[in-house]
């Protein structure tokens, strides 16, 4: 059963241009979406959250949305540098017996080409 | 600074044998949790404590032990390693307050059980 998911494994996006990366949740008990970053040999690093009662937040080239109606949220990136080539990952927080937990989805590995 | 440290960052074991990976942080952190990573699973949660002597089962807790004497540290154990525990290891912590949403983790542990 799996809560997160994020359908496309790669994604190869030109530099300068926009990268959109999505992510789908089936629990409506998520109260915060959180996007991760992830280099080879490296531990994932927060990049950017939203709370479940927005629909936008906005970080500098990164900007996440969510459509709660939908159950879905996005990650763009723009514009799109060398340097965000990494494998992103999409997560949720659910708080279950007072303690949190986050699910992920299974990453996106995205591709910056100069 | 040094955040969230895992200990060792390579193991390879035969099976059956038992080993400790270590993870310490140096923030304070009430909350401290350990992920594995597979290809295409995304990170699944193996057990999480809420803080010094408290511990619970995450998602894939069967075939790991886990104990929480200090705040700073949260060893995971393989008890008797099977090629299926094969995987990317990582430990996180964060503060346990509803606004701390996102976690630290570290580099991981990449084990291998033959």
């Known amino acids: 059963d799996q809560q997160v998911k994020q359908n496309s494994p790669s994604l190869s996006v030109q530099e300068g241009r926009i990268s959109i990366l999505n992510c789908d949740y089936t629990?409506?008990?998520?109260?915060?979406f959180l996007w991760y970053k992830k280099y080879p040999a490296e531990g994932p690093t927060f990049l950017i959250s939203i709370s479940s009662i927005k629909d936008k937040n906005e970080d500098g080239r990164f900007t996440v949305f969510l459509n709660k109606s939908a159950k879905h949220l996005s990650l763009h990136i723009v514009p799109s540098q060398p340097g965000d080539s990494a494998v992103y990952f999409c997560a949720a927080r659910i708080y279950i017996q007072g303690a949190q937990k986050l699910v992920f989805g299974q990453g996106t590995r995205l591709t910056i080409n100069p | 600074n040094a955040g969230v440290t895992q200990t060792p960052k390579f193991q390879v074991l035969k099976t059956g044998q038992s080993m400790t990976l270590q993870c310490a942080q140096d923030?304070?952190?009430?909350?401290m949790s350990w992920y594995r990573q597979d290809p295409g699973m995304g990170l699944r949660l193996i057990h999480y404590?809420?803080?010094?002597?408290?511990?619970d089962q995450g998602e894939v807790p069967n075939g790991y032990n886990v104990s929480r004497s200090t705040t700073e540290d949260f060893p995971l154990r393989l008890l008797s390693a099977a090629p299926s525990q094969t995987s990317v290891y990582f430990c996180?912590?964060?503060?346990?307050?509803?606004?701390?949403?996102?976690?630290?983790f570290g580099a991981g542990t990449r084990l291998s059980v033959l």
């Open positions: 629990n409506s008990m998520f109260d915060y």
């Open positions: 923030m304070n952190h009430e909350y």
């Open positions: 404590s809420v803080g010094a002597g408290i511990t």
């Open positions: 996180a912590s964060s503060y346990a307050l509803a606004g701390a949403h996102f976690q630290y």
